[in-house]
C-alpha cells in the first residue's frame, strides 16, 4: 500500500503596512452676550433743593466675542413727572469699573454725562468698551439734578436707565 503523507504549513507573513485611523472634534461655541441688570430702585427725597442720589448700582455685563463689544448706558430722557412730563428734573449717570475677568481691556472715556432741559439735551451716555472676549462688574450711579431751580415740584419722577451691547 502506498501511503502519502501530506503536510501542510499554515503562516501568517509580517505585514509591513502601517494603517492609521483618525476622528475629528469639533464644537461650536455660540455667541454669548450678556447683561445683567438690577431691579427698580425707589427713594423719597427730604431736600427737593438739592441734587438727589440714589444708592450706587451694580451692573454684570459679558461676551465671548473676540472682537469685543460697546456697552452703552443712557437715560433716554431727564427725569420726568409721572402723570405729568411736561415737569422734569436734569439726570445724570456716571459709571465705573469695580472688577473684570477674561483678556479684554475695559476702557470708559467719558464716566459722566447729565441731561441738560436748559439747552435741548434730552438724553445722557456713557460708553463702556472692551477690546476682546471678558467679563466686567459696572458701578452705575443716577443722580436727579436739582441745581436749575431752587425747588423741585412735589411729586413722583421717573428716568429709564437703558444699557445697549453691541459688537464694535
Known amino acids: 500500500m502506498i501511503s502519502f503523507a501530506a503536510i501542510f504549513l499554515i503562516g501568517c507573513g509580517t505585514v509591513r503596512a502601517q494603517h492609521i485611523g483618525s ?63 411736561d415737569i422734569q428734573a436734569d439726570g445724570e449717570i456716571s459709571v465705573q469699573l469695580d472688577a473684570s475677568n477674561g483678556p479684554a481691556t475695559w476702557s470708559i472715556s467719558e464716566p459722566t454725562a447729565a441731561t441738560d432741559i436748559d439747552l435741548g439735551d434730552q438724553n445722557a451716555a456713557v460708553q463702556v468698551i472692551a477690546s476682546h472676549q471678558g467679563e466686567a462688574d459696572l458701578s452705575v450711579h443716577v443722580r436727579m439734578l436739582a441745581e436749575q431751580s431752587a425747588f423741585v415740584v412735589a411729586g413722583t419722577y421717573e428716568a429709564v436707565l437703558t444699557c445697549t451691547v453691541t459688537t464694535p
Open 23 to 85: 476622528q475629528n472634534f469639533k464644537m461650536r461655541v455660540p455667541q454669548r452676550t450678556c447683561v445683567s441688570s438690577p431691579a427698580t430702585i425707589s427713594i423719597d427725597s427730604v431736600d427737593s433743593a438739592t441734587d438727589i442720589s440714589f444708592p450706587q448700582q451694580s451692573w454684570s455685563v459679558s461676551s465671548n466675542l473676540a472682537e469685543g463689544i460697546s456697552v452703552l448706558f443712557m437715560l433716554e430722557k431727564p427725569f420726568s413727572m409721572i402723570g405729568n412730563q
